[in-house]
């Protein structure tokens, strides 16, 4: 799964969350299974309470909490008007005040701890806010925006009579509205506003030249959905929008461009912010140097598999990076990628059940290959999460990239592609990973605290981590060796990231390691070294941070109940405690579940 930006995010004034959300299509039948049950007395009370940052949220960011599930939001879009920062900054505290009133009369331990959920999430983001604005001016990505504006509304489980409001939202970006002010002049205002404020850095270079690189494909893109779905009249909108991004590019290649940093390192202070909201709880130092050794020990057991696999699949090459590049040679490509993914889906839910890993639901999971536009956005597997407010039926769905659009022409992956890759990357995004993750929150019926406010990456990436390990001992010997380069990769990952930032290793020297040592393809070994230096400084290290405190929660909960462990229960428990972060998840599970076990018993 992918994140956006915290960075880009505080930059517009928005405090929140970042996640990839949609509604992706689910049969009638399908929908009925997920169809999430009445929230608990508690759970409707903390609900009420969510309902004040979901609206302060709305007011700047109406796109993202339409695509959560909030009602109201189809016709409006994201505020880029005078002072947006004071504006988020007081909408926000004023909440943060109101939950804190709340608490202090709270008696509910549950409803306590969603509202400590709730103050932190605001505080957090103030935090982002000022700090952005202490270090940076502003900088806005406006055609991949505006894609993912309209995308949220033209999907195929968005009810027809919904989808007609990206017309009306397609408009207003365009300023056609009555009232209304193009989109990309107000991003210029509030660009000029802080242009001249001394001391303030720009975006990074490369960062600015990929969004530009990329624009034509995300307004392209618009075209492509509004002639899918038939929505009439989008024509002359998208026209002028088109004529107005072209103005605003023109702008950001003449003056922020010029100001573009050549150096990539964050502010230190911004930099630990990051990892902060994140969820990574570990000293830097600590951090690198767990990782490191963790690299080391499983480049040992990728040593030790490979001959293995060579001498089953005969192999010449013995060494784990030839065996990896001789598995890559059998690629397969096209249409036939798909039913791959699907095929093997199948077959990991049996491991699943006769196993007794986790309880799975009754319908069937989503995959499907990215549209260009989408690889634009997020150039790595992803999975779209499912409306988690008022959800009557959807699904997540996993999206499979395979080429990087570009300027230089598309790059294309064969990490992904070929068939010993399809097991571990389908547990990660599919199940029992984050495709399970996130239909465990809409049918347990999590509190929106626990599903929306409480996310983090490390919550969510180290589930799926942690999941990949669950099934790798039942795969077959091929995939077991690329489950251990994906562990490889995040490993590299939790150390190359704070390595880059603190300016002791350079990009060329992160691509030779993921070249060569995690044996990447030049195309995701590219959008690695890119997300560590710009798209999501501190987001990658979160994998190995999550999965490090899951596997010391496993083994103390463990040791706690010795024989009377039953594995499918701690994970059926674990997912219904929502996106919560390991200290909290911790506290459940040895003040709730090591009890109820040991009493079973």
């Not at 989008?234 to 573009?260: C, G, H």
């Not at 605290?449 to 990949?468: D, H, K, M, P």
């Not at 490889?488 to 070249?515: C, I, K, N, Y």
């Not at 674990?574 to 109820?596: I, K």
């Amino acid at each position: 799964m992918s994140a956006v930006s915290t960075r880009r995010l505080a930059s517009l004034g928005f405090t929140a969350f970042a996640i990839v959300l949609s509604t992706p299509a689910a049969s009638v039948a399908q929908a009925a299974a997920a169809v999430p049950p009445a929230p608990a007395a508690w759970i409707a009370r903390s609900n009420e309470n969510a309902q004040w940052m979901l609206a302060a949220q709305a007011k700047f960011a109406p796109e993202a909490m339409g695509r959560l599930g909030l009602p109201g939001m189809d016709e409006r879009i994201f505020d880029l008007e005078p002072n947006l920062a004071e504006r988020s900054i007081a909408e926000t505290q004023k909440v943060v005040d109101e939950y804190k009133k709340r608490l202090a009369a709270e008696k509910d331990p549950k409803v306590r701890q969603d509202l400590e959920i709730l103050i932190a999430q605001g505080e957090e983001g103030i935090e982002g806010v000022r700090l952005n604005r202490k270090y940076y001016f502003p900088y806005f990505d406006l055609s991949q925006t505006i894609f993912q504006g309209i995308r949220g509304l033209l999907d195929d489980q968005i009810p027809a009579q919904r989808r007609t409001a990206a017309l009306v939202r397609l408009r207003k970006y365009a300023g056609m509205e009555p009232g209304g002010k193009p989109i990309a002049t107000l991003a210029q205002e509030r660009i000029r506003e802080r242009l001249s404020v001394p001391g303030l850095k720009g975006p990074v270079k490369d960062e600015v030249e990929r969004d530009l690189a990329n624009s034509d494909s995300f307004l392209d893109g618009l075209g492509k959905l509004f002639e899918k779905y038939g929505i009439a009249g989008w024509q002359e909108p998208l026209a002028k929008l088109k004529e107005q991004i072209a103005s605003y590019n023109a702008f950001v290649r003449a003056e922020v461009l010029p100001r573009a940093r050549t150096d990539f390192r964050e502010p230190e202070e911004l930099y630990r912010f990051g990892l902060k909201a994140y969820g990574v709880d570990m000293p830097v130092e600590e951090l690198i140097s767990r990782a490191e050794v963790s690299f080391r020990e499983i480049q040992n057991e990728m040593q030790a598999l490979a001959p293995l696999v060579a001498k089953e699949k005969g192999l010449a090459a013995t060494d784990y990076r030839g065996v990896l590049r001789e598995l890559k040679k059998t690629q397969v490509t096209g249409e036939a990628v798909l039913p791959l993914y699907q095929q093997r889906m199948k077959e990991l839910e049996d491991r699943i059940r006769a196993g007794k890993v986790v309880t799975l639901p009754q319908r069937e999971a989503r995959i499907r290959l990215a549209t260009e536009a989408e690889s634009a956005a997020i150039p790595a597997p992803n999975m779209r999460a499912p409306r988690l407010i008022g959800n009557t039926g959807e699904m997540g769905e996993f999206v499979l990239p395979l080429k990087i659009p570009g300027k230089e022409g598309a790059m294309s992956f064969d990490d992904f592609s070929f068939d010993a890759a399809a097991w571990t990357l389908t547990v990660h995004e599919g199940r029992p990973g984050h495709e399970l993750q996130f239909a465990a929150l809409v049918e347990n019926g999590v509190s929106f605290a626990r599903a929306i406010f409480a996310f983090n990456s490390t919550n969510v990436e180290g589930w799926a981590l942690y999941a990949e390990a669950e099934m790798k001992p039942t795969l077959p010997l091929d995939g077991q060796l690329v489950a251990l380069q994906h562990r490889l990769m995040r490993a590299a990952r939790a150390f190359l990231d704070p390595s880059l930032q603190l300016g002791r290793v350079t990009p060329e020297d992160a691509m030779r390691v993921l070249t060569q040592d995690v044996v990447l393809s030049p195309a995701m070994a590219t959008q690695e070294v890119e997300r560590y230096t710009f798209r999501s400084p501190g987001q990658a290290t979160s994998y190995f941070v999550g999965y490090t405190r899951l596997m010391q929660l496993r083994t103390e909960t463990e040791r706690l109940l010795g024989p009377r462990f039953d594995r499918q229960k701690y994970h059926d428990f674990l997912l219904a405690q929502g996106l919560v972060p390991p200290r909290l998840l911790r506290a459940a599970v040895l003040e709730e579940f090591v009890p109820a076990q040991k009493s079973e018993s």
